[in-house]
C-alpha cells in the first residue's frame, strides 16, 4: 500500500527538475545546454554570442561560453 501512495508523489518531484532547454552553470561561466541552438539563443536572450567548448561529459549536452558582442 505504501507503493501506492508514494508513486504520485515521485511522479511530481521528477517533472520538477530542470527543463530541457535551459542552460545550466558549469563552472567558472562555462554553461552546459542540450543543443547548439539552445545554446546560441541562450547567449542571444543575453545580448552575447555562443562560443561552444565541445560535448558535454556523456554527451549530455554542450559546454559553452558567452561572450559580449565586442569580445572579451
Not at 562555462?30 to 567548448?53: F, K, N, Q, S, W
Request: proline share 8%; glycine share 12%.
Amino acid at each position: 500500500m505504501k507503493l501506492l501512495t508514494s508513486l504520485p508523489l515521485a511522479f511530481v518531484l521528477a517533472g520538477c527538475g530542470i527543463p530541457p532547454n535551459q542552460a545550466v552553470p558549469v563552472r567558472d561561466g562555462v554553461l552546459r545546454a542540450p543543443t547548439y541552438a539552445d545554446a546560441i539563443a541562450h547567449c542571444e536572450r543575453a545580448g552575447a554570442t555562443a562560443t561552444m567548448l565541445g560535448k558535454a561529459p556523456a554527451e549530455s549536452g554542450v559546454l559553452f561560453r558567452c561572450e559580449a558582442a565586442g569580445g572579451r
